[in-house]
């Protein structure tokens, strides 16, 4: 019987692949390259591409691609073969190191945000040696960075891999001055779980809704939801556990670590999580699960729905980021630790992280922006829009005995930085809060308020570039400190005392929340045109250019990208919507509407009163009537749209203008639903798509 052990990454070129493949000094040059974050020599990469093409071959690879992640949100690849011809017509098999490190796919059709023209087409791609090629669909994957021939990122991997050194530099400062000299490098690490939905392919098929925005646009509330909390960690039902058997074996030959797989809390919803990964590859790997989710889920004639909000009245779906750093000693620097300039050193990162998420809100906010994420957030269903960072009761007691200069009662003592020892704070301190946006959980922050469908590094960009600013800051104060231990204390207590309106421990889905975040000035960007406004605020053109993680012509490239994306989502849904009520909708009720008026004379000729057939007649006669006059006005809101003066106004008017009549004409079509008969109805209903996968 084949073991999980003997193939799990077998379509990987990861390191033990490589200790076997490399010469000796070759081997230790790539890694000593990886390590110290150099540029690879090209004798180096030759010896290097000429193994990794072999190994290829001999796992069935014929074409090799430079596989990177433009602005679309999803991944691109141009398949080149390994054939190059030589005399007689023949050809050999060729793969080079300058094939290996630098690629050059035509960029003219990736969103660009105005930083280049459509004519000018040249684009490269970069070897990211620290993320390990793979094999998929017989193909060599080299996972790659995206740049414009100006040297411009055009993709979400050489930011979030500027963002990771701008916090390793400044992490390795900051333990330096704790004496730890070993250190030299700061990685973070991410375990992103991944919710999606699972539906029946057939019924998929005849819903032009999923099919084209991947959420239903209309669709009446099903007579079962998810009130009974019976789905949620229940049995796994057969169909979908062989799709989950089959998805596991998939992403472990691709060294992908899918460790828990459960019923999520909606009918149709499930979960996977993977174990930590440095933060480049996490990204990396969470891509190609969404792919190979896809995949797989057609294999068993289901379609996974990756969508924040494919279905209305019960529970998106999320990306819970769990978030740390980690020195390359192997050191968790949010694990508290035992002894006195361990637990300093926590409360150190601890209270830059604090105050990188209070600072910079608005970015973490925008990190997570969508049009589908705007209908999950403060839905009762995920964290609200305004960031707020819970600690548990006994690290925020902590906290407030430094900053008050009181005994904390866990300990028969004042705490003093570097002085006494914290108490034990165990993984599992305090009971978990799950609306809260950023939860600290024992040894990492889990940041729950990212969509289902969105790739984790925009997310984890802003958040290492804060926290770098903040350790910046900190280094710069201690570096000359000629009392470190009474400056800690003080640097500590300071921060706690300016940021301590972001710690919230309580229920984040209350009003009373939403007045008191308000009293404290937290931000509460509802939508995602407000919190893409405040991208290009000074402050945060500021962090991101300082620490070069974005140029201010990448960062305005990218603030145009997401709201061009916003308005065109939003347009091709209410086209989407127009056309099922045209064509769907409105014809199925007016048709069975005439049956009705039919048996209701056939009835009358007879003498036979009739009272269902009138009522439902006027009923469905008025629901038509309002449902085309509606649409009429949402077709103008999308046809003849007024003159905008710029991308923000534009988006503005999505959000309030067209998405409002939307959901006024999704309102008619769902009460017609619920009066027509099923048989009539054009579409499957709920029921059938969250109940139809047996």
């Not at 099919?211 to 939801?225: C, E, F, N, Q, W």
């Not at 046809?639 to 959901?663: I, N, Q």
Request: proline letters at 4%; one cysteine or more; a negative charge.
């Amino acid at each position: 019987m084949e073991q999980i052990t003997d193939y799990f990454g077998s379509l990987v070129f990861n390191d033990e692949v490589m200790r076997n493949r490399l010469p000796k000094d070759t081997y230790k040059t790539l890694k000593k390259t990886i390590t110290e974050d150099k540029e690879l020599d090209i004798s180096v990469a030759n010896i290097v591409a000429e193994a990794m093409k072999n190994w290829a071959l001999e796992n069935g690879a014929t074409h090799f691609t430079h596989w990177f992640q433009p602005m679309t949100g999803i991944t691109a690849e141009k398949h080149d073969s390994f054939i190059s011809p030589i005399d007689g017509g023949k050809v050999v098999l060729e793969f080079s190191g300058k094939e290996l490190i630098k690629g050059e796919p035509d960029a003219s059709s990736f969103p660009s945000g105005g930083i280049r023209s459509t004519f000018e087409a040249r684009g490269y791609t970069a070897w990211d040696p620290t993320s390990y090629a793979f094999i998929k669909d017989k193909c060599l994957c080299i996972p790659t960075a995206f740049c414009s021939y100006g040297g411009q990122a055009l993709d979400k991997k050489t930011p979030l891999l500027r963002s990771m050194q701008a916090l390793s530099k400044q992490a390795v400062r900051a333990l330096h001055l704790f004496g730890n000299e070993d250190v030299i490098s700061v990685k973070t690490t991410v375990g992103p779980e991944q919710e999606y939905f699972l539906v029946d392919k057939d019924l998929y098929e005849k819903r032009p809704d999923l099919v084209y925005t991947g959420r239903t646009l209309i669709g009446a509330k099903s007579p079962k939801g998810q009130e009974l909390a019976d789905h949620y960690f229940g049995v796994i039902k057969t169909r979908v556990k062989d799709f989950m058997e089959d998805l596991n074996k998939e992403l472990w030959k691709l060294g992908i670590l899918a460790k828990t797989e459960h019923n999520e809390v909606a009918p149709a919803q499930h979960e996977l999580a993977p174990i930590f990964a440095t933060t480049n590859v996490a990204a990396d790997h969470n891509q190609l699960t969404m792919e190979i989710m896809q995949k797989v889920a057609k294999r068993h004639n289901m379609v996974c729905l990756l969508h924040e909000k494919p279905f209305a009245y019960v529970n998106g779906s999320g990306k819970h980021n769990n978030w740390s750093m980690s020195t390359n000693t192997g050191v968790n620097l949010l694990e508290p630790g035992d002894t006195p300039s361990e637990n300093a050193q926590f409360l150190l990162f601890l209270a830059a992280t604090i105050k990188a998420v209070d600072e910079y809100q608005d970015l973490l906010r925008i990190s997570v922006a969508s049009a589908g994420n705007d209908f999950r957030l403060g839905a009762n269903e995920a964290p609200p829009a305004i960031i707020s960072i819970f600690l548990g009761d006994e690290l925020d007691a902590v906290l407030k005995g430094i900053a008050e200069d009181k005994v904390y009662k866990g300990k028969k003592q004042a705490l003093k930085i570097g002085v006494d020892v914290l108490p034990p704070l165990p993984k599992d301190t305090t009971d978990r809060n799950r609306t809260s946006p950023f939860a600290f959980t024992g040894n990492k922050f889990e940041f729950r308020m990212l969509g289902s469908n969105e790739s984790i590094s925009c997310a984890n960009i802003m958040l290492n570039t804060a926290v770098a600013k903040e350790l910046d800051e900190f280094c710069n104060v201690l570096e000359g400190s000629k009392d470190f231990d009474k400056d800690l204390h003080e640097l500590i207590k300071k921060t706690i005392i300016d940021h301590n309106k972001i710690i919230f421990n309580g229920n984040g889905y209350t009003d009373e929340w939403v007045s008191e975040a308000e009293k404290r000035g937290l931000l509460n960007l509802k939508s995602t045109p407000e919190a893409l406004a405040h991208y290009i605020d000074k402050k945060n053109l500021d962090l991101l250019s300082k620490y070069e993680v974005f140029t201010e012509e990448e960062t305005h490239a990218r603030y145009e990208i997401n709201l061009e994306k916003y308005y065109n989502v939003v347009h091709i849904e209410a086209q989407t919507l127009v056309d099922m009520i045209e064509h769907g909708v409105i014809p199925a009720s007016v048709k069975y509407e005439a049956s009705l008026l039919k048996e209701y004379k056939l009835k009358k000729e007879a003498g036979i009163e009739s009272a269902y057939e009138c009522e439902a007649i006027n009923t469905i006669s008025t629901l038509v009537d309002k449902v085309y006059a509606s649409l009429k006005e949402l077709k103008k809101d999308i046809t003849e749209t007024p003159e905008f003066k710029d991308s923000l106004e534009r988006g503005m008017y999505y959000r309030k203008t067209v998405l409002a009549k939307m959901t006024e004409v999704r309102e008619y079509a769902d009460a017609l639903e619920e009066n027509v008969s099923k048989e009539a109805w054009p579409y499957p209903s709920y029921g059938d798509l969250l109940f139809g996968v047996k």
